[in-house]
């Protein structure tokens, strides 16, 4: 199995009384291709972190191999759901690993 685990923080220029909202996205644009990809077995999206964290949001997924993670970032599903989080996130961090 393959986990893939992403941190985003939100851009500076988003209000804060936007933010939740925004957040709020993200997770239901990635939560819905749950059972959409092959290869995918879960997709979860964490957006309530507590005070201590520096980040605003956490993907964790998890994949039958590295090929399906691969498929997964090409399917045009995810794509689209991709650019809307890129238009909201202004840093990435990503740790694709076998569990």
């Known amino acids: 199995m393959?986990?893939?685990?992403?941190?985003?923080?939100l851009r500076d220029d988003i209000p804060a009384d936007e933010r939740p909202e925004r957040r709020a996205e993200v997770k239901r644009r990635?939560?819905?291709?749950?059972?959409?990809?092959?290869g995918l077995?879960?997709?979860?999206?964490?957006?309530e972190g507590?005070?201590?964290?520096?980040?605003?949001m956490m993907l964790d997924s998890e994949f039958t191999t590295e090929a399906a993670l691969l498929g997964?970032?090409?399917?045009?599903?995810?794509?689209?759901?991709a650019e809307y989080v890129r238009s909201v996130v202004a840093e990435r961090?990503?740790?694709?690993?076998e569990a």
């Open 2 to 9: 393959i986990k893939h685990i992403i941190l985003w923080k």
């Open 30 to 38: 990635l939560e819905n291709l749950n059972g959409k990809i092959d």
């Open 50 to 56: 507590l005070p201590s964290s520096t980040a605003d």
């Open 93 to 97: 961090l990503c740790l694709d690993f």
């Open 72 to 81: 997964y970032r090409d399917n045009p599903l995810h794509v689209e759901a």
């Open 41 to 47: 077995l879960r997709l979860e999206v964490k957006t």
